[in-house]
C-alpha cells in the first residue's frame, strides 16, 4: 500500500491521501491552511520513501 502523509513543521498529521497503484496526480486542497511550510511523505510498504516541503502562501 502506498500513502502520502501531509504534515505541518510541528510534525502534526494535517492530511492522509491512499494511493493506487499506477502513476497520476493527485489535488490536494490548501485553501484552509495558514501560510507556512508543510512536508509530505510518500510511504511505501510501511517506510517512508521520499519526504518533499510545500510552501503555502496566500
Given at each position: 500500500m502506498k500513502t502520502i502523509i501531509f504534515t505541518d513543521m510541528l510534525g502534526n498529521v494535517i492530511n492522509e491521501v491512499q494511493l493506487t497503484?499506477?502513476?497520476g496526480t493527485i489535488a490536494v486542497?490548501?485553501?484552509d491552511l495558514p501560510n507556512g511550510t508543510?512536508?509530505?511523505s510518500?510511504?511505501?510498504n510501511g517506510k517512508v520513501y521520499n519526504t518533499k516541503?510545500?510552501?503555502r502562501n496566500k
Open positions: 497503484t499506477g502513476y486542497d490548501t485553501q508543510y512536508t509530505f510518500l510511504i511505501t516541503k510545500m510552501l
